[in-house]
């Protein structure tokens, strides 16, 4: 019932308007044929129905394109009433004027007609703007409301999202956990086998124990490093201010036996200040400089790591010399577990690019890689600039 409402008022409004502008073009018409008849001159039979039908036309024209002038339906009768309030004021200032006027307004059939016909139109021209403008106001309130109501599922969404996310974080958490126990027991007994009864074992039997006893320290490191993944967000410490050229260092110093031992050559521009966890970020450095040396190849690693600044935010990068990636796999590298090489090519557990990842998106930021195989690749992550280090306004 609400519906067809509107569609009738916009209708009937339509109609009023299409009569008065036919009603006026008839007037024009009928002054025409009367003045033809009685000889009146051409001028004057041009200029008194023009200054009618012009108007009567334009009503007609008007009120057939009212779809096409932007206005909403539900306005159409904002239009009529113009309409009729403008012949109303013009109509009751000529009667007013007929009564207070000594002998009356002369020739009342052409003044009446011509006056009418112009304050009809001059009401369409205002009703169209204010219909216009009511329609831009009406469209803005349900585009706010529409937008309220988007942000409010968004916010419902993001809820859900979060709820889900702290319900993985805790299913991964409680899983990894409850399995390191029965984990160091297959290890421990494994060990054991291994060291009392290897006399007794065949050489397939030895095969078969090493890959036991290898799997089993494999899933210990899994399960380490999605404890890790899994309390990036919930057991992460409070952002301070974090001197990141100091933890490279101390980082380089964890590794100087790696270094030595490959020969690789670690360089570095000065880095800067940020805010941030600073036991994540070390994370994130060990990770990218332990894959710049893995991934070197046959020549001694070259690894190089600079800062740029850009605006509001830091970019790092830790470029190599090594390997390198296809292009179509520099997404891969950061899923969880996703691993490019076997196991017997190169160590890991496939979690380290995706444990960068996520403490980088948790201090604000985002992380990309930029490789061809074989031509060493750059690993870039942005960081926010210090708030210390900000313009002030």
Known sequence: MDRRIPSVSAATARRTILALGLLYVALAVARAVVQVVNAAPIASILTISGVIGVPGLVLLVGGYRLSEMDIRPEFYQTVARWCLGGLG??????????????????????????????????????????????????????????????????????????????????????????????LRMVSSYLRLID???????????????????????????????????????????????????????????????????????VTTDPLPRVEGDESQLRQVFQNLLSNAIQYSGEEPPIVHVRAERRGSEWLLSVRDEGIGIDPQDSDRIFELFDRLHSRDEYAGTGIGLALCE????????????????????TVFFTLPVSVADSPRG
Do not use: K
């Open 89 to 182: 004021v013009i109509l009751g200032v000529l009667v007013l004027l007929q009564i207070l006027t000594v002998g009356g307004i002369p020739d009342p059939n052409r003044t009446y007609p011509v006056f009418t016909a112009l304050g009809s139109t001059a009401g369409f021209g205002v009703g169209i703007y204010a219909a216009q403008a009511r329609t831009q106001a009406r469209e803005v309130e349900l585009r706010n409301r529409e937008l309220r109501r988007a942000q409010r599922e968004l916010e419902d969404t993001i809820n859900r999202l979060r709820t889900s996310n702290d319900r993985l974080e805790q299913f991964a958490y409680a899983a990894s956990h409850d399995l390191q126990e029965p």
């Open 195 to 265: 060291q009392r009864y290897d006399d007794a074992l065949d050489e397939d039997g030895r095969e078969f124990l090493a890959f036991a006893v290898d799997g089993a320290d494999r899933m210990r490191a899994m399960i380490h490093g999605l404890l890790d993944y899994s309390r990036i967000e919930s057991q992460g410490e409070p952002f301070t201010s974090v001197d990141l050229e100091a933890v490279f260092d101390d980082v380089r110093a964890d590794y100087r036996m790696l270094i030595a031992e490959t020969g690789a050559r």
């Open 358 to 377: 996520r403490i980088v998106e948790r201090h604000g930021g985002t992380i990309w890689v930029d490789s061809d195989r074989g031509e060493g690749a």
